[in-house]
């Protein structure tokens, strides 16, 4: 085959690949000409050598003695120095990058990056060290001169490849897999390392400069991006295998337990469901050096929002309807609960046992009543606690919900109080319920083993904590879904999703400031055929891509809805004057008269 031509590499590639296939991965490794044979054993070794120049001479193909090494325990392969161990950047290589002149051009700069870039596996952070070099790599950049966070990029750069780590571990089958990764505002990366009895040994290296697009993620984003990412990345390492994943971002270790309420990381869930990730263990940003890409700030635990620990419910479903597992709520509405509050005989306790809310009140129960057996389904809610208290300034009413109240509530509710006598006689029956201090608890799975308590609310203190958590200022007035996130993880109550549903779709104030301000469709109706030819047309415009040679670039098309018979004429122009010139000439002279004629009302008919 000559050399020098432009298919020549693809080619002969292509003939090496398949002589070579039934020995490729498994002890052979071929590029163009170059050609690897490695073996656990010596006499192993030989055997495969055997094979493979049996391969070649039987498709009459030569090797010159002078280049082939035979029997290494080391050897130079496509730029790196390998051996049984690892892999690192062959020496020749590192000297020639290192001893090259400082830039001048961007031909320059962008030939000294993809240098570097060959042995980006064996530095950490490249594309952040690299990054105020990129602008230099594109076409047509425009040198602005040489500053100084170029040169102390291009300085970095010689530094890492000349010092330790360079050389990266080949993985073994045996010992756990620990992948580190971090996102900053300009790029991702990660650090896969196995951890063995002679202690951690890096893999390999990954790093990624962010999009545009992707700059504009939120941090939890960002930073899920960069695991998804260096696991897909990493697959031919991490597919099959249990991993641990490393993180400086806390929400992200519960990615594979909890459901989050984002369209784009619930994608990257299932993309990455495929994978076993045995653990996603939180490592503090200056402790995850190795991944880091810039400096974080520290993780508070007081910051962390409810949402943050997801659990799984699976609750007591009764099989059967029947008075005990029957509960009859009421439907709440807008009508009463403001009566309902302004008649509280005594004001809210302030305990530190209690959870106080303020909330401006304008609403009222309406008793409508409901059979439910509807019981919470399998959905994650979120890790509460009943010792919180919040206030507002601007709120003219403190809602009261103390345990205290919360007893005394359930006992007066006769539907609690005869469950709470069931549950006492025989609480075999009941396994998803507790009595704790006189109050009723809905017991809550987290995580397949944990169990978290959560109060039965009584139909008198429904209205409270829905006007609690939707009109209350800090609430936001929020929609249904998010309403019953927030409420489902402190209370419970029978078709407690519906009861939500029905009070905020008749909130006044959601309806006044939530309008559709788009136009409204049009009203779409059959209409009947007409009577006779001729009497109902359609007529409308076509544009051509181009203009024809005789300067025609449009169509006017006019068709009979009855006979669906066509007129058509080609136009220089698209205007009303042309369609009433083709109406008049070749309709009303020769068919006569049309009765009604119809268009989409588009600007060629109304210039």
Known sequence: MPQGLKNAPSSFQRIMYELLVSTRWDYCLVYIDDVLIFSQTFQQHLTHLNEVLSVLHKANLQLNPHKCSFVKPEIDYLGHTVNGQGIRPLQDNIDAIVNLPKPTTPKQVHSFVQAANYYRDHIQNFSKIAAPLYPYTKRNAVWKGWTEQMDKAYNELKIRLTSPPVFLNFPDDFSPLVLSTDASGDGMGGVLRQITPDGPKVIKYVSKKFSLAQKKYSTTERECLAMVWCIQKLKEYVWGRPIEIETDHCPLCSFNKKKFQNSRIERWQLELSEYHIDKIRYKRGRCNCDADLLSRFPFDKADTDDDAHPLRIRSYTPSTIDPINTLQVNAITRSTTRQLLRNRSSPPSSSSTSLSTTTLTRSKTKKNTI???????????????????????????????????????????????????????????????????????????????????????????????????????????????????????????????????????????????????????????????????????????????????????????????????????TLPSATAKDAAEMIFEDIILKHGAIRCLQSDQGSHFKN
């Open 371 to 569: 059979m439910g057996s509807r019981d919470a389904a399998d959905v994650p809610v979120s890790h509460s606690t009943m010792t919180t208290t919040s206030t507002a300034d601007n709120s003219s009413q403190i809602i009261d919900f103390s345990m205290d109240r919360i007893r005394n509530e359930q006992l007066k509710d006769p539907d609690l109080r005869r469950r709470i006598q069931a549950i006492n006689k025989d609480p075999h029956h009941f396994p998803n319920d507790i009595i704790e201090q006189q109050v009723l608890f809905k017991l809550v799975t987290r995580n397949g083993n944990t169990k978290l308590k959560i109060p039965w609310v009584p139909v008198s203190m429904i209205s409270d904590v829905l006007s609690a958590y939707h009109d209350h200022p800090m609430s936001g007035h929020f929609g249904v879904n998010r309403t019953y996130n927030k409420i489902k993880g402190k209370f419970f109550w029978f078709q407690m999703y519906d009861t939500i549903k029905r009070y905020v779709r008749s909130c006044t104030e959601c309806a006044r400031f939530n309008v559709q301000r788009k136009k409204k469709p049009g009203f779409l109706q059959q209409e009947q055929p007409p009577d006779g030819v001729f009497e109902v047309m359609q007529m409308d415009f076509w544009t051509a891509p181009v203009r024809s040679y005789n300067g025609n670039q449009y169509v006017l098309i006019i068709t009979d809805r009855l006979s669906k018979y066509v007129f058509a004429r």
